[in-house]
């Protein structure tokens, strides 16, 4: 298993991290480099918004909006900070953040029954924490830099038709579930059938991932109380005699 976090260049600037850039597999093209994730690996690609500058008035405070977007279902985190933070604080923020948000949804979907489901998918996103190995990078997926770019259009649309009292933490969360709840299309496709939307996905991610021994349902060829994967499974390799 593998965890991949891809930091923009201003991210790295912010938390002081002299990551290496990522490269192509013939280490050209660093820093540029397009992120995925599969059943053994998860990708979010980071950036960071700074609330200051004319363009944010009245809410030009000089806190720092760290957003994490995960390459496969483009599902947002934001975290707040009013303050310029250190790179544990937002690691440590991200993983609770990545933890809050599975359990949310699976409570609101109905697939966390009771406390004893929600004790085994606490259980199973600790183990994978601590077992899985991460990679940094100094790197920008520009695909999903560009969604991110959009999280900057919700956020003047906040500000400019609700006026909240100050932007914070809160804030940023209800933003951000609005946000994936938003459907997203298909690169190259228009119609409304090649459309997802991220919390779909995120939570399809999160029951393969994390939901290990609470399915009431059984799945052809998974194990009972398990879920599929909803990657494309690699194939069988077979000998040639």
Known sequence: MALFL???NPMCKMLKQPLERMTDADGNNPGVQSISTNA????????VIHLSGRQWQPYDDGSWLVVFMESHSRYNMMLHYPAKPEWDQVQQDFYNHWKLHAIAWLRAEGFIQNDDHGMQVLDNIEDYFERTKVHRFRNLDRSIGAHITEIQYYLHSLFDDQKPRNFNSDEAWELSIFINQQPRKINGQRSKKHQ??????FIDDVLYR???GISVTSYPNIEPGDFPCPYPQQPVLRLLK
Do not use: I, K
Request: charged share 15%.
């Open 6 to 8: 891809s930091l923009s």
């Open 210 to 212: 994390f939901s290990s």
């Open 196 to 201: 997802f939307t991220p919390v779909d996905r």
């Open 40 to 47: 053994n690996r998860v990708s979010w690609q980071g950036q």
